[in-house]
């Protein structure tokens, strides 16, 4: 069959996007849509599937958000703003309450970030610190500590928002250890038969710079919840105070960021449109061809790459 989307990114997350509002496919084919568009062999590649879909009386519209694997996440948080901003253009307004898997979130057009880069602000949580809910065996409460069964000597805080996160503050991010630490979790083994995303953090000042090995993706430039669960850690640990706003920088980018004591995470960050088209989908291999490219978003593309030069040049995001 074939597939219409958007291709759009968050802070250099990206994905492609598409409006399944007036959709009828079952959670197997939207996983093999998944597996096929977001395949980075594939002609399309992303770190994922979005899903624009119908509201309810609580919510304007929703989101659904699968993995480059075909695994479902309860959250995608720089994949939200895309959504939002598809869900603003297809039935206008400016703020809205949006359905998550596990969850809600509020969404709002905000002011550009940079000239040209269209800015939505989102508001997510509360985080949960209870490690019960993911589950993690033999623990409840996991604040600057190791965690039992990860052959890690890292101490880490665990935090939901709602996807589950475990981060640890480090004077300088290694790759190649946190893929490691990474993999152990995406084994999913029985200790942790969820998964979990594991992240790598650095205090900058008054900012953050964080690093994840994303569930169900691997290593990534970015990860929206992982920066909204990483500044609610560095709150909850006292190495910033909540309330208190802050820039989260990221392989791909940056986000803006503020965690209240009461555990609802604000992100603001870009919402980039690159470019629409469509392709053709083999649901059962996994497979996308055939792709059709309607419209480049040049204009939007030249503007965050701009964003990208400027972080560069003052050695803010490596």
């Known amino acids: 069959m074939r597939i219409a989307f958007t291709k759009c990114h968050g802070s250099g997350n990206d994905f492609p996007l598409v409006d399944a509002r007036a959709m009828q ?42 993995n480059s694997d075909g695994s479902e996440a309860e959250t995608c948080l720089n994949g939200l703003r895309c959504v939002a901003r598809a869900g603003f253009a297809a039935l206008g307004g400016t703020e809205a309450r949006v359905k998550l898997k596990t969850s809600s979130a509020i969404v709002a057009i905000d002011a550009d970030l940079a000239p040209g880069v269209a800015t939505i602000r989102e508001t997510a949580g509360p985080a949960d610190p209870d490690v019960s809910h993911w589950p993690i065996a033999g623990a409840t409460l996991i604040v600057d500590a190791r965690v039992p069964n990860l052959p890690s000597e890292r101490l880490f805080t665990a935090i939901a928002i709602p996807n589950p996160h475990l981060i640890s503050f480090v004077d300088a991010v290694d790759d ?4 490691a630490i990474g993999a152990v979790c995406e084994a999913a083994p029985a200790w942790l038969p969820n998964r979990a995303n594991v992240s790598f953090v650095e205090v900058r000042g008054h900012d953050l710079f964080v690093r994840t090995f994303e569930r169900g993706v691997g290593l990534t430039d970015s990860c929206g919840s992982a920066m909204a669960a990483s500044t609610y850690a560095a709150c909850l640990t006292r190495r910033i105070a909540f309330e208190t706003p802050l820039t989260v920088f990221n392989a791909g980018g940056m986000v803006g960021a503020e965690a209240a004591s009461d555990g609802m995470v604000t992100l603001s960050g870009n919402a ?17 061809g055939d792709l059709v490219i309607d419209r480049w978003h040049n204009d939007e593309i030249a503007a965050w790459a701009g964003v990208i030069d400027r972080l560069t040049n003052m050695a803010l995001f490596a």
């Open 25 to 66: 496919l079952d959670d197997a084919e939207w996983a093999g849509i998944a597996r096929a568009l977001a395949d980075r062999t594939g002609p399309v590649g992303g770190d994922g599937l979005l899903l624009l879909t119908g509201g309810d009386d609580a919510h304007a519209f929703g989101m659904r958000m699968f």
């Open 176 to 179: 190649a250890e946190l893929s």
């Open 272 to 288: 980039t449109f690159e470019w629409e088209g469509s392709a053709e989908i083999d649901m059962a291999r996994g497979l996308a």
